[in-house]
DNA sequence: CTGTTAGCGCGTTCAC
DNA sequence: GTGAACGCGCTAACAG
C-alpha cells in the first residue's frame, strides 16, 4: 500500500506538501494540488488512520451509547446516525449498555481509556446522574438524545406535549373514559422521566376537558406485558372506551387483547399509541410519531459542525410531535 | 494523560521495559513487573490507540457489515456482536448498508481505506457476489454469517431443516391443506436463496407425507404486506387450515388477518412462523427458534481465537433450528 | 507557496 | 533481563 511519500515522489514535491494537497489544509498551488491528487490517484493512495489520528489527535470516529439496542427506536435511530456519519467520512463506534448493570460498567470503563471517539452521543433516556458525571470528566464532547444532562447540549421529544395530542385527539373524539397505560418504573428513573411527562399530559389534557384522569396503568412497556394487563382491564364491566398507550409496543398488546375478547378497534375501543413504530400501520394504529432515523441525522450533523467550531452551545431542544391518525380511533 | 515515559520514569526502568511488563509481551523481572504495573496504576495510564494502532498495525476494533439494522434479527445479533466485542476489548464499528445502492457503494468504498478494523463480520444473506470479492480484496480477514461466499468461514442457519420441522409438526397435528407463505423476491438474491431454502424444506416434508405442496404465496417480507395478502387468502372458500409463514413478522400479519376475519386461531387456522421474535410470545406464536444473540457471540469469540492464530478454516456450518410449539398451533 | 525539521506515543529490534 | 535507538505514517511549526 503506498504511502504518503510515495505520492510525494511521484508529483515530484516534498510529503508536506503532498499533506497540504490531500487534506486541504493550508494553501497549496493550483497545478502542484493537481499533480498530487493525480499521483494519489495513480497509487490508490488512502492515509493510515492510524497515523492520522496519532498526528491530529481526531480519530474519525463517533461513538454512540445505546441501551439494548434491540428495539424499534434505538435500532432505527442507529440508521439515521450511521448514514449521516458515513456521509461525513466517520465511522460509528457501537457501545451497547446492554439491560444490565455488568455491561454498563465495563463499556464505561472502557470509556476511560483515550481517544477512541471524537465525540459521544448519548442516546435515550437511559443514564444514570453517575454515568453522566463520568462521561463529563472524560473530556470529549458529548451530546444527549433524550432527557438533557447539565452542560450538554441535548434534544427530546416534547413527552408532555405527546400527552396532549394524544389525548385532545380522543377528547375531540367525543370519548371520555379514556384511560392511559404506561410503561414501568424498573427501568431507569431517567426513562421512566419521559413517561411521566406522557402521563402529565394527559392529565394536564383531561382536566382542561373538565375529566377527572383515571389512574395510569403501569407495567413493563412490552407487548407481552401489556397484552396480559390489557386482558383484565378490559374485561372489567366498566371498561373504558379509549385507550392513550405510552408506546405503540404498548398498543399492539392493546389492540390484541381487545380483539381476543371480541372487542371490536374502533367501534368498542379507540387506541392511540406512540412513536409510529414500524408495525404501527399494520396494526391500523393511530399514533404520536416521531421519528429516530430524522433524529440521528440531526445530531450527528450538528455534531460535525460542532467539532469543526466548537459552539460551546449546551442548549436542550425540545422535538414536536406529530399526530397520525389511522383507524384504530373512532368516535365515541 | 500520562504517557508510558511517565510510566517508566516512576517505575525507575525505561520505555521498553515498561512496555513489555504492560503488554505481557517479552520477558519481564518479576518485581520489576509489579513496580511498573504499580506506577501505571497509580498514574492511571492508558495506552493511546492511535500509537499503539500505528506500531502494531492492529486496530482493536470489529467491523460489522449489516443490511438495515432496523430489523429484529440484526439488531438482536448486534447485541450479541457488541457484547463479545467488549468482553474482548475490542470496538464495534457499525457499516450499515441502508436499504438503497448509494449507500452500499460508499460504505464499500470505505472500506478500501486501510486499517479502519482489524477483521470483519458480514452479516444476513444481504452480500452480491461482486461485493464478496470487493471483500477479499481488502486484505483484512472476513467471516459471514448467512450465505457463506467461498474462502470466507461462516454460519449459516439450516434454513431447509427450518422448512421441514415447520411443516412437519404442522402435519404431525393432523393438518393436510398446508400453504407456505414466504417473503419476496425483490430483494437480494443471497437473501432470496434462505426463502428457498425454507420452501424446499416445505415441499419435501409435504411430498414425504405424500402430499402436493401448495404454490409458495410471495409478498414483501413484512406484516403489513403479510396483512393484506392473508386477508385475500383467507377469504377463498378452499382457504388453508394451516400456514407456514416464512418468518414471524409474515405469521404476525396473518394472524392479524385471521382475526379481523373472524377466525379463531388455532380453531379455524394453525399458523408457524420463523425467528421467535421479540413479539412472538405476545401473538402466542408457535416458531421455529433461531437466536441471532447467540450467533452474534459465537462470530466473534471464533474472530478473535482466529485473530491471535489464523486457522485458514474456511468451512461453512449449519445451525440448527429448534422448534417452539405455542398456542398458535393445534390439531386438524 | 513550498521544503525542512520535529514530533504524535507507542512497539520493537539489537546490543549489552 | 534491560536500555538506547529507530520506525510506524502523518501533520504542524517554522523558515525561506
Redesign the pocket.
Same mark, same amino acid.
Given at each position: 500500500?503506498?504511502?504518503?511519500?510515495? #505520492? =510525494?515522489r511521484l508529483a515530484?514535491?516534498?510529503?508536506?506538501?503532498?499533506?497540504?494537497?490531500?487534506?486541504g /489544509?493550508? &494553501? #497549496? =498551488?493550483?497545478?502542484?494540488?493537481q499533480r498530487v491528487l493525480q499521483a494519489a490517484a495513480a497509487l490508490d493512495? /488512502?492515509? &493510515?488512520p =492510524?497515523?492520522?489520528s496519532?498526528?491530529?489527535?481526531r480519530t474519525g470516529a463517533l461513538g454512540v451509547l445505546a441501551p439494548a439496542i434491540d428495539t424499534w427506536y434505538v435500532s432505527t435511530l442507529l440508521r439515521g446516525i450511521a448514514e449521516a456519519a458515513l456521509s461525513h467520512d466517520l465511522d460509528v463506534v457501537l457501545y451497547d449498555l446492554g439491560r444490565g448493570a455488568e455491561m454498563r460498567e465495563r463499556v464505561f470503563e472502557r470509556f476511560r481509556q483515550?481517544h477512541h471517539i471524537d465525540a459521544l452521543i448519548s442516546t435515550t433516556f437511559a443514564l444514570t446522574h453517575r454515568e453522566v458525571s463520568r462521561l463529563a470528566s472524560i473530556g470529549i464532547p458529548a451530546v444527549a438524545l433524550g432527557d438533557g444532562a447539565a452542560g450538554v447540549r441535548s434534544w427530546c421529544l416534547d413527552d408532555e406535549r405527546v400527552g396532549t395530542l394524544a389525548t385532545e385527539h380522543l377528547l375531540s373524539l367525543g370519548h371520555r373514559r379514556i384511560v392511559h397505560v404506561g410503561g414501568s418504573t424498573v427501568l431507569d428513573e431517567s426513562l421512566f422521566a419521559a413517561e411521566r411527562l406522557r402521563e402529565r399530559g394527559y392529565q394536564r389534557a383531561m382536566r382542561a376537558a373538565g375529566l377527572q384522569p383515571a389512574p395510569t396503568l403501569l407495567h413493563d412497556p412490552t407487548a407481552e406485558a401489556s397484552y396480559a394487563h390489557a386482558l383484565s382491564m378490559l374485561r372489567s364491566p366498566d371498561r373504558p372506551r379509549a385507550v392513550f398507550a405510552a408506546t405503540d409496543e404498548i398498543a399492539m398488546g392493546v389492540l390484541l387483547a381487545a380483539r381476543s375478547l371480541g372487542l371490536r378497534v374502533p367501534l368498542d375501543l379507540s387506541v392511540v399509541g406512540v412513536d409510529d413504530h414500524a408495525y404501527a400501520a399494520a396494526f391500523d394504529l393511530t399514533t404520536v410519531r416521531q421519528d429516530p432515523r430524522e433524529h440521528g441525522e440531526r445530531i450527528v450533523d450538528w455534531l460535525v459542525a460542532d467539532l469543526a467550531a466548537p459552539s460551546g452551545d449546551t442548549s436542550h431542544e425540545l422535538i414536536e410531535p406529530e399526530l397520525v391518525v389511522r383507524g384504530s380511533t373512532a368516535p365515541a
Open positions: 500500500m503506498a504511502v504518503i511519500d510515495d #505520492v =510525494a515530484g514535491v516534498s510529503k508536506a506538501t503532498a499533506s497540504r494537497a490531500l487534506s /489544509r493550508g &494553501s #497549496v =498551488a493550483d497545478a502542484t494540488r493512495f /488512502r492515509a &493510515s =492510524a497515523a492520522v496519532l498526528a491530529t489527535g483515550r
